[in-house]
């Protein structure tokens, strides 16, 4: 006789072969889902950009990445967790996750090879699973913060042709830690929403920053160098990302920072000033250009306060990323904890790097490959 344990592994089969199934052929599996999903509930559509090529794939993928870890409860909850509290942003109420289970299970059954009606009842109990998650999540966020808070730009300045620092003074006060980011939501992109690193640890003025570049066909990021004025508006998001430090810890720092990633590097290294500097510091920052190292400046300055951090900046005009290679001569880094802040071609290679030189996973932190790529941080290399 099967028990749910026994349930859970055959669910786990059934939904990993779906999802090989669909994958050559995703692009059709995401247009059908919202075809579906606007024509049975045109409100819903509201929730979503003018434009849905700037949303296109995040939500299915968002869903089906979380299915894909069905039976890896603790990386399936906190990443559910983070989506539910995510979705608030939106608009999304729990009577939503219905229609959205049932026409995503409606374009999984058209397009999947294999489909059965086993199949399907994994889907409804894993779906089901999952959005009771998401809902909970952000019932509990709900008592805590609101979805957004509204911020002020009170200083625009440019450091590159195509990045600027801009600062913000939030209607109310903003609860952060150093290391973390933000979804920002700009007036002009309304339901388009990227993520930005602070770049100072939180301020005894309430004043947040943030390192914004202009990238090819970014909406966020081109209005906000190109357009955003002093006194224009914009909605934050709350406080999300892990790259935060453990000030009870006493080992050294390993600091990556990489392009408008010196953002959150920097805040952190005020983090380590703000609870008394006990710690070694050791930050590495990467660019292309000895032009790219626009906050090579404000680096330097802290370097020269705090004796306890050290700067290295490493320039790759060849594109070829020897940052790793900079790492693992500049060690030995055994002992440390690491932060890697940049785009994902420099943390797929820095995250190589580090372990090799025999730095545990568990005391290596960064933001995910998706949020790096929704903050639209340059490339600094291949992965």
């Given at each position: 006789m099967s028990g749910p344990a026994d349930e859970a592994?055959?669910?786990?089969?059934?939904?990993?072969?779906?999802?090989?199934?669909?994958?050559?052929i995703a692009d059709r599996v995401t247009s059908y889902f919202y075809a579906l999903l606007f024509l049975h509930r045109p409100e819903l559509r509201a929730l979503f950009p003018i434009a849905m090529d700037v949303q296109r794939d995040r939500l299915v993928k968002a869903l089906l990445t979380a299915a894909e870890h069905i039976d890896d409860t603790e990386i399936l909850v906190e990443y559910l967790q983070n989506l539910g509290r995510g979705h608030r942003r939106y608009g999304t109420r729990p009577?939503?996750?219905?229609?959205?289970?049932?026409?995503?299970?409606?374009?999984?059954?058209?397009?999947?090879?294999?489909?059965?009606?086993?199949?399907?009842?994994?889907?409804?109990?894993?779906?089901?699973?999952?959005?009771?998650?998401?809902i909970d999540a952000a019932a509990d966020a709900e008592a805590l913060a609101p979805p957004w808070w509204l911020g002020e730009i009170v200083a625009h300045e440019w450091r590159t042709p195509s990045v600027a620092v801009i600062t913000v003074r939030p209607e109310q006060s903003y609860p952060f830690l150093a290391g973390q980011y933000a979804s920002v939501e700009t007036p002009w992109w309304p339901r388009v929403w990227r993520h930005y690193s602070?770049?100072?640890?939180?301020?005894?003025?309430?004043?947040?920053?943030?390192?914004?570049?202009?990238?090819p066909a970014g909406w966020v990021s081109n209005a906000?160098?190109?357009r955003a004025r002093l006194g224009d508006v914009i909605r934050l998001g709350p406080p999300a990302g892990t790259m935060t430090v453990d000030h009870g810890s006493d080992r050294g720092l390993?600091?990556?920072?990489?392009?408008?990633?010196?953002?959150?590097?920097?805040?952190?290294?005020?983090?380590?000033?703000?609870?008394?500097?006990?710690?070694?510091?050791?930050?590495?920052?990467?660019?292309?250009?000895?032009?790219?190292?626009?906050?090579?400046?404000?680096?330097?300055?802290?370097?020269?306060?705090?004796?306890w951090m050290s700067l290295r900046a490493v320039v790759d005009e060849r594109k070829d990323v020897p940052l790793p290679t900079?790492?693992?001569?500049?060690?030995p880094w055994a002992g440390y904890e690491a932060r890697l802040s940049g785009p994902p071609g420099m943390i797929v290679s820095a995250l190589g790097a580090l372990r090799g030189i025999g730095i545990?996973?568990?005391?290596?932190?960064?933001?995910?490959?998706e949020d790096m790529i929704t903050k639209g941080m340059e490339p600094l290399g291949p992965p």
């Amino acid at each position: 006789m099967s028990g749910p344990a026994d349930e859970a592994v055959s669910d786990a089969v059934l939904i990993r072969r779906t999802m090989a199934d669909i994958e050559p052929i995703a692009d059709r599996v995401t247009s059908y889902f919202y075809a579906l999903l606007f024509l049975h509930r045109p409100e819903l559509r509201a929730l979503f950009p003018i434009a849905m090529d700037v949303q296109r794939d995040r939500l299915v993928k968002a869903l089906l990445t979380a299915a894909e870890h069905i039976d890896d409860t603790e990386i399936l909850v906190e990443y559910l967790q983070n989506l539910g509290r995510g979705h608030r942003r939106y608009g999304t109420r729990p009577e939503h996750y219905p229609a959205v289970g049932e026409c995503l299970i409606g374009a999984l059954s058209r397009y999947a090879s294999s489909w059965s009606a086993q199949m399907e009842g994994a889907w409804v109990r894993a779906y089901t699973t999952m959005s009771q998650v998401m809902i909970d999540a952000a019932a509990d966020a709900e008592a805590l913060a609101p979805p957004w808070w509204l911020g002020e730009i009170v200083a625009h300045e440019w450091r590159t042709p195509s990045v600027a620092v801009i600062t913000v003074r939030p209607e109310q006060s903003y609860p952060f830690l150093a290391g973390q980011y933000a979804s920002v939501e700009t007036p002009w992109w309304p339901r388009v929403w990227r993520h930005y690193s602070f770049a100072s640890a939180p301020r005894p003025d309430g004043l947040l920053s943030f390192h914004v570049k202009a990238v090819p066909a970014g909406w966020v990021s081109n209005a906000l160098v190109h357009r955003a004025r002093l006194g224009d508006v914009i909605r934050l998001g709350p406080p999300a990302g892990t790259m935060t430090v453990d000030h009870g810890s006493d080992r050294g720092l390993l600091l990556l920072g990489g392009g408008t990633g010196i953002a959150p590097v920097k805040a952190l290294v005020e983090d380590v000033a703000a609870h008394g500097g006990r710690r070694t510091v050791d930050v590495f920052y990467g660019a292309r250009t000895c032009g790219s190292l626009y906050e090579i400046d404000a680096m330097m300055r802290l370097r020269q306060v705090h004796p306890w951090m050290s700067l290295r900046a490493v320039v790759d005009e060849r594109k070829d990323v020897p940052l790793p290679t900079a790492i693992r001569e500049g060690g030995p880094w055994a002992g440390y904890e690491a932060r890697l802040s940049g785009p994902p071609g420099m943390i797929v290679s820095a995250l190589g790097a580090l372990r090799g030189i025999g730095i545990p996973g568990e005391r290596i932190r960064h933001d995910s490959l998706e949020d790096m790529i929704t903050k639209g941080m340059e490339p600094l290399g291949p992965p």
